[in-house]
């Protein structure tokens, strides 16, 4: 017999019964029915129930154990009385009758209990990790990723992608968040740096001329973190030669909409190949954000121009002196009190807006002090042209087009989900498309690149030549899924004249780019093949498909809200020795934060 398992405890069923069976697991639950110990065994499979009575040696030693106490069970299998079965349990069915124990380690008092679903300070949870991870919830969301992660891999690979990987120890790159850096030890005073994601590598096998690549790719940015952002990631990094942006449309979408539909459940996915493109500019307009969450079916409409000539003067002057007016929709709110209107008015100054104009209407009857100044007719040519109805409650969010935007597609979030317009059991999957290569810095005063410098600008070299630099669009694109982005990716600029005169637009020179990007433009100037790609993010992809709302529920060993593993206690301070061999002296920052 084996040392310590014959079976998983899972794999027990009615055909297993006369069976001497040897299990191994961790103690989950213990009940104790006078005289009868009723224990339920764990492993990574499953559990299965033992029991133990006065007549079997094990009784007293399974009695005197903690949970979570691992041990290894000799005993035999029988049939469960039929009011007794567990219809939940695959060895729900059975039970083994422990004829000897053996501990293999003891457990002591437990700093949170793994077979509750009581929740934790996040804190505990990171630091004892390891017991976290027991827990059926987030056991499950780490199972859930090993699988996503192997089906990711088999759909590349059967569209003839290749797996390659490439380097951690790297140069800078420009990714647009700050690099974690390492000091070198062979060369004083200089530093690598972790990728913030192997884009020029990628682009450089392209070059080489492998034609498909990807890799699950380990990505780190020193960034604040939020829900769904994490300082270490994963990504699906892929990249493509010789193809056009629907290429890689038509390459991803099969990947992620056959993901999505394997562990998705009874959820419905929004099929390959009917993916929405969505231009930026309509997304900015129409959601107020360029990832819009399509669950959501209010839209924003820009009613500006019925307010250039107005009895309201505040949007007058607004849109005279180059604002604009955005109107969102709260259909069906003719039973909502005032109050209603009034705390998302207080919710959009809590959020650092001036407020939320609002306009309420009941059995067609306007309210509110916008509808009293700009007339009666005036709405009405309003909701006419928005398609509203006698019943529907009208948002407005008034300012600088950038700010209006911001504001309305968050209104819109909270309008869908205080109303309950939020479609549930569906992943709506788009695509953003037509980003503007360029956007005007107002802290700097000049035209830099609004997202990615490397994207083919639509038009090349033309369009860089003759156009507003501010009315040129990029190949460059967004995959969205139920308000999350996924991913960014963009056909790349491989010509070095356009990716000169790309960056001369923004203001570097020609040296300026041979120095900061000598690797890529030296091998673009020996031959290098149209190519696109993109690198969905694993992590994300998990998150919604687990449905957590925060990152960290789907890593194994993630980082606190501080970018600290509390289990590990990183980061940490090194011994000066350390230091000395790569060259670093440490600055301690001011103790009075103001100094």
């Avoid at 539909?261 to 997304?283: C, L, M, W």
């Amino acid at each position: 017999m084996h040392a310590y398992r014959t079976h998983n405890c899972a794999a027990l069923t009615k055909a297993n019964v006369g069976e001497t069976v040897r299990l191994s697991g961790w103690v989950h639950k213990k009940r104790d029915h006078g005289g009868v110990l009723f224990v339920d065994l764990r492993d990574h499979y499953g559990i299965t129930q033992i029991v133990a009575d006065e007549d079997s040696d094990a009784l007293p030693v399974l009695d005197r154990l903690k949970l979570e106490s691992v041990v290894t069970i000799d005993g035999e299998v029988k049939a469960r009385d039929a009011e007794a079965v567990n219809a939940n349990l695959p060895s729900g069915e059975i039970e083994v009758f422990a004829r000897s124990v053996t501990i293999q380690s003891r457990a002591e008092e437990l700093p949170l209990i793994v077979n509750s679903a009581e929740d934790y300070p996040e804190d505990i949870r990171l630091k004892y990790r390891f017991v976290d991870l027991r827990r059926e919830r987030v056991h499950n969301n780490i199972m859930l990723r090993s699988q996503v992660i192997s089906s990711l891999r088999r759909r590349m690979q059967d569209q003839g992608f290749f797996e390659f990987q490439t380097p951690i120890l790297a140069a800078s790159s420009p990714e647009g968040a700050r690099d974690y850096i390492v000091p070198s030890r062979l060369h004083p005073g200089q530093f690598y740096a972790l990728p913030q994601a192997p884009q020029m590598f990628k682009q450089l096998l392209m070059v080489a001329g492998f034609d498909r690549y990807f890799q699950i790719a380990p990505c780190f940015r020193d960034e604040d973190l939020r829900a769904d952002r994490s300082p270490e990631f994963y990504q699906l990094d892929f990249e493509m030669s010789f193809v056009t942006q629907e290429d890689v449309f038509q390459a991803l979408e099969p990947v992620l909409a056959g993901v999505f539909d394997e562990f998705s459940g009874d959820k419905t996915v929004t099929k390959s190949g009917e993916f929405p493109r969505i231009p930026y500019a309509e997304s900015m307009l129409k959601y107020g954000t360029d990832k819009p969450d399509l669950r959501n079916p209010i839209e924003i409409s820009d009613v500006g121009a019925h307010f250039e000539k107005s009895g309201f003067g505040l949007f007058e002057k607004i849109v005279g002196s180059g604002g604009t007016v955005r109107a969102i929709p709260a259909p069906g709110t003719n039973e909502k009190s005032r109050k209603f209107f009034d705390e998302m008015n207080e919710w959009a100054r809590k959020e650092g807006f001036a407020g939320l104009g609002y306009v309420t209407r009941k059995s067609g009857e306007f309210g509110g002090p916008i509808a009293k100044n700009h007339g009666t007719e005036g709405m009405q040519a309003i909701y006419d042209e928005l398609g509203l109805g006698e019943n529907d409650g009208l948002f407005f969010a008034a300012g600088k087009p950038k700010e209006a935007a911001k504001l309305a597609g968050a209104a819109r979030t909270r309008v869908g989900e205080t109303l309950g317009l939020i479609e549930e059991g569906c992943f709506k999957f788009c695509w953003i498309v037509d980003f503007p290569m360029f956007e005007y810095d107002e802290e700097a005063k000049k035209v830099d690149f609004s997202h990615n410098p490397f994207s083919m600008p639509q038009g090349e070299m033309e369009a860089l030549e003759t156009k507003d630099p501010l009315d040129i669009l990029a190949w460059q694109y967004d995959i969205v899924c139920n308000g999350y982005e996924l991913s960014s990716g963009a056909i790349r600029n491989h010509k070095p004249e356009i990716m000169y005169k790309a960056f001369e637009i923004a203001g570097y020179d020609k040296a300026t780019v041979d120095r900061e990007f000598a690797g890529m433009i030296e091998a673009f100037k020996l031959g290098a093949p149209p190519h696109g790609g993109s690198a969905p993010g694993i992590d994300r992809i998990v998150m919604l498909l687990a449905d957590e709302p925060n990152i960290r529920e789907v890593i194994a060993f993630p980082l606190n809200q501080k970018a600290q593993d509390l289990m590990m206690g990183a980061p940490s301070k090194v011994p000066p020795q350390a230091l000395r061999d790569v060259h670093i002296r440490t600055i301690e920052p001011p103790k009075d934060a103001s100094a």
